[in-house]
């Protein structure tokens, strides 16, 4: 693995030393013979927002780096890794599960083709949240305050897997992976890649050629599709070129704090490794779900690493792990659905997460407003109240949602 030290650069009067390089001694901006780097992606970002980034990294003491460089990590490094379904909770091994197989890149294009229930993203318990993840605030009367975590996340993705437009080829980064021995791939084959799943909510199994069959807009909900970006795609390949298992990568601004993963993580990224293997054609044994955090707590100019945390899904018919994604989507959606029908089903669901005293709306005790949607309910339930419309018909005959959004298309005129 080459060493990895902080960028010596600044853009925007923001130092980038919260961000790891491996080409500090041969830096490609001072060259100027066209490579791009990180620093290429850095300019493009509000100053603001990169500035709060790097505080951010500084105050919690740890860098950002590229995906290429977790790629390597996850490599060579042995890593616990949590099993659901069958031995529920049970630590192995990295390298007892891979035994020698190579993580490889999982080059996938994908157009979306079909109307969707939900987004992967939106796995909270709050139905309402779930449903105005798919907000287009464009066509809001008004323009949503913007949300400082928010945009500190969307600027560290950016960073970690994005390359500059029409630089691919000369993007250096990508050489990381030849210490591997793996075809530097270009980021835009694998990472932020859109997604769809065909989920059916019956137990019965899909196919990758299946095209969805009906969907939950139907009375007996039996299959829906959920679209989402992954970060990253892997698949884990042995020394004769099979593919074993199917890796989700998802990069989190929260911090490490357990080897085992929130159940919320876990469904999100299953979905998209599910949408990865349907697209792909290929029928893993596995699927590793991997998230990654931030070092737990606070320790200020420290150059602390990021954290994978996996978790690993056999793919099994009888896996309670993936019977459960469709029992919980299932009840999801029929949540969705009474809210979006109902006002006062809305209005009962809001005032609930208002009353949480942990999670919810706001954090236990000091009023502080966690929810990126909060400002855009708060409205919504405003005119639901004046009108005395349903919530799913002042989303879809105001444009408030994609016309593909399924669950709003009974209310469109």
Sequence with gaps: MPEMKPCVKSINNVSLDFFLCERTHDCVVDKNNGQTCTYHIAGQQNAIVLAAVRENCWKKGYKLAPIEHLIVRLQEADWPVTILGKGRGRLLSMRRITNNCRFEPLEIRHTLAYDYAARASAQDSCPAFNILSNIVEKNLPFEPKPNLISQMGTCEHALQLNEPTGHEHDFVHRSILTDIKLTPVPRQKYCECALEAKITATGEKITPTQTGGEMNGQKNMSHFIIRGHSDALLKVVDNFGNVEGLAAIDCKHRQYNSMKEIQSFVRQTLIYAIAAAQIANIEPKYYLLVTVRSPFGEMEGHARKQKPVITMIPNEPTNLELLGLKAYLKRSLQRQERILASTISFAREKGKQEKLKAG???????????????????????????????????????????????LCKKYRR
């Design 360 to 406: 919810g709306c706001f954090r236990r005790g000091d009023g502080h407003q966690i929810c990126f949607k909060k400002e855009v309910c708060d409205y919504l339930a405003s005119a639901v109240k004046e009108s005395q419309q349903p919530l799913g018909t002042i989303l879809a005959q105001n444009n408030y949602v994609p016309a593909q959004y399924e």
